[in-house]
C-alpha cells in the first residue's frame, strides 16, 4: 500500500516509497517491466479507487506523520532507532535523515525472513541491525539485553516506532512491550504508535465485522484497541507521557487539506497516529 502511494493523483502524496511494491510478490516485478509503470500510471484513475485507494490515502498519512517525527529526532541529533514489528517498513533505506543512524529493526522472524530476502542487497542509508523476535513466545524482558549486545546504548536517546502493530498483540503481550521500550529507553525518548479505537475489537459493533473478518483470514486477527481519552492514563502508568495524538482525519485535513466527507472516511478507520516521550 506504501508503494500504490507512486500511483494516487500528486496532491494526495505524501510518501514516496519506492520499495513499497516489491513485497507485493508479482506487482513489483511487473512494474518493472518496461512500459507497464508507464500504463499503470496513465490509467491509475481507473484501477486505484474505492478501497484500494483510500487505503493507499491512509498509508501515505500514517507514513508521513511518523516519517516527520523521526526526521525531527535526527534533527535533534538522535541516532538510534528501534522497530518494533517493523515489517515492510522502509525507512532505513528511505530517509536521508538517518544517514548517521543505527536502525534495529525487530520483528517476527517469518516477517524478517521475507524482508533480508527483498532488501539484504540494497544499501541503506543508515546502519540496519536485524533482530528476529516472536514477541508473544520471547520473553521481551531479554530484548534490552539483546539491544545492547547489537550496540545498542541506553544512556542516548532511542526513538522506538510501533507502527500498525499494538493492534495484534494480546494484552500481555503490550505490557511485556511497553515495559521493554521502558527499560531501554532513556529519559524523552519519543515513542510513535499508532493504535486503533477499542470500538473496532467489539464483537457487538457488526459495523467492523467485514474489517476484522479480513485481518482474522490472513492470521493477524484485531487483538488490542484504546479508548483515547484514556489512552494517557493507560501510557503514564507504564512511564510514557502523551504528547500529540492524531487521529487519521485530523491528520488528513491537516496535511491533505481534504473536506468534510472525505475526512469522515478517514475517522472511519478509528486509527489514531501517536506520539508519546519516556519520562
Ligand atoms: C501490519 S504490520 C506493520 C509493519 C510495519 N510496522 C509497518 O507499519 O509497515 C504488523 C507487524 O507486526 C509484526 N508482528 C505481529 N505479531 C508479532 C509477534 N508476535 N512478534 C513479532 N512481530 C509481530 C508482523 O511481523 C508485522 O511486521
Redesign the pocket.
Known sequence: M?GLGAFLPAPLRLVDDPYGLRFARGLGALIDVPGVARRAHATAPIWMRGYVRRFAIYMQLRTRVIDDDVSAFAQAGGRQLV?L?????CRAWRLAALSDATVFEV??P??QAKKREIMGAEPAKGRVVFVP?????EPLSALPDRLKREGHDRAAPTMT?L???VM??TAA?LDATFDCIARYSSAGSPLAVTYMESELMRPSAARWMSRRAVVRFVG?PFRSGFEPAGFPDWLSARGFCLERDEGAAEAGVRLLRIDASRANRLRNTLSHFALARRG
Do not use: C, N, P, S
Open positions: 506504501r522497530l514489528g517493523a515489517g515492510f517498513d520483528d517476527h517469518a516477517t523476535w516472536d514477541f508473544e513466545h516506532i507502527e500498525g502493530v495484534y498483540l503481550a493477524e
